[in-house]
């Protein structure tokens, strides 16, 4: 699996026996979140023990993990107290699994549907909810669930993942967009992204195509730099100051210099073309990558208009066809963030991350800090 573990201070920790279990029984083609945190509008926040994403089948599961000091004797269904083998009552772990989905489902639909999932809705997306529990054994009086599953062990917890079919799968039609997917997850849950991440949201897809893939992707990005650069070209040379006629009476003022204007576009077409433009020519030589991309970092912070965000997974997506075999992380020596506010700061800009660590921005108009 892709772990993509906490990042957040307060929250628990997985346990290391749990995630190397799972490691061993799920594939790379599953994306497992741990200990989320996610915030919903009007909601308190919601703390997710563990989220599986199946990536080839485009199904999702919830998963609340609970361990009592004794057996499950009852495992009812909502509305009732789980009892335990020495008569304690517990809350039942899938009404709190109810509450969590709510957020959970609030944000797949303001924050991750209308980007990389356009025909579904919020009432479309089906979530399994499911509550693993060790102490549930061949004993346990187990209640027939109206929806959600209950699971003894993780080898069941792991089939039903990796076997789990949705009515509406979720799967990325873009494979460009794999990578802004994940790390617009792992922003929304706090969690980190692990490495070995770029080449697992290809190779796992479409392992033969993989090489094809690389090379004709980097072909198309130089061919839309190159494009990119004529269009600047012609632009400047449309609207560049012109001679004018000189003035017929002395005491004339000049007229004033006209001011080269740039293409309209969006801010994300404009971040594309810069690092199109900027890492044209790398083809698997990374000696200059870091600089190069510094530069288009540089040019996009001061090319949008002051105060406006600019998104880490738009600037990942837009490098990733470079990228090949290697990791950006690797290139970078940090995470892409990190870097970011490291070469602003050597450009001599002040920049600022958001708590998300998906977005960034100047402040303090280009003046380091």
């Known amino acids: 699996m892709l772990h993509f573990p906490s990042t957040s201070t307060s929250a628990r920790v997985a346990k290391r026996a749990d995630v190397d279990k799972l490691n061993e029984l799920l594939g790379d083609d599953v994306w497992a979140f741990s200990n989320c945190r996610v915030d919903a509008a009007n909601r308190p926040v919601a703390e997710l023990d563990w989220l599986f994403y199946n990536t080839k089948l485009g199904s999702v599961m919830l998963s609340e993990w609970k361990r009592y000091p004794d057996t499950v004797a009852e495992a009812k269904d909502r509305g009732h107290k789980w009892k335990l083998r020495n008569g304690s009552l517990q809350p039942n772990p899938l009404e709190q699994v109810d509450k969590q989905l709510e957020a959970l489902r609030w944000v797949l639909r303001e924050k991750v549907l209308p980007r990389f999932f356009p025909d579904h809705d919020g009432h479309t997306v089906k979530i399994m909810e499911s509550v693993y529990c060790p102490q549930i054994d061949r004993e346990t009086v187990k209640d027939r669930l109206q929806f959600g599953k209950m699971f003894g062990s993780i080898e069941e917890l792991c089939a039903s993942v990796n076997t789990l079919n949705s009515p509406s799968p979720l799967l990325v039609g873009d494979m460009t967009l794999v990578l802004e997917l994940a790390e617009t997850l792992a922003g929304l849950f706090r969690c980190a992204i692990p490495d070995g991440l770029e080449e697992a949201a290809v190779w796992e897809h479409n392992p033969k195509e993989s090489a094809r893939f690389w090379k004709e992707s980097r072909r198309i990005h130089s061919q839309i730099a190159a494009l ?142």
């Open 228 to 369: 990119h650069q004529e269009m600047a070209r012609l632009i400047e040379d449309e609207f560049a100051p012109r001679r004018s006629t000189p003035a017929v009476k002395p005491d004339e003022p000049s007229p004033a210099k006209t001011p080269v204007i740039k293409a309209s576009e969006d801010g994300t077409t404009f971040i594309m073309k810069q690092v199109s433009a900027h890492l044209a020519g790398v083809d698997g030589n990374f000696e200059d990558f870091e600089e190069r991309l510094g530069r288009a970092l540089h040019a996009i912070l001061v090319g949008l208009p002051p105060g406006s965000w600019i998104k880490f997974p738009t600037i990942g997506s837009a490098v990733a066809p470079f990228l090949g075999t290697e990791k950006l992380r690797t290139i970078l020596g940090a995470a892409l963030w990190e870097w970011s506010l490291k070469t602003a700061k050597r450009h001599g800009l002040s920049a600022e991350v958001d708590d998300s660590r998906l977005n960034i921005r100047i402040v303090d108009g280009h003046k380091p800090s």
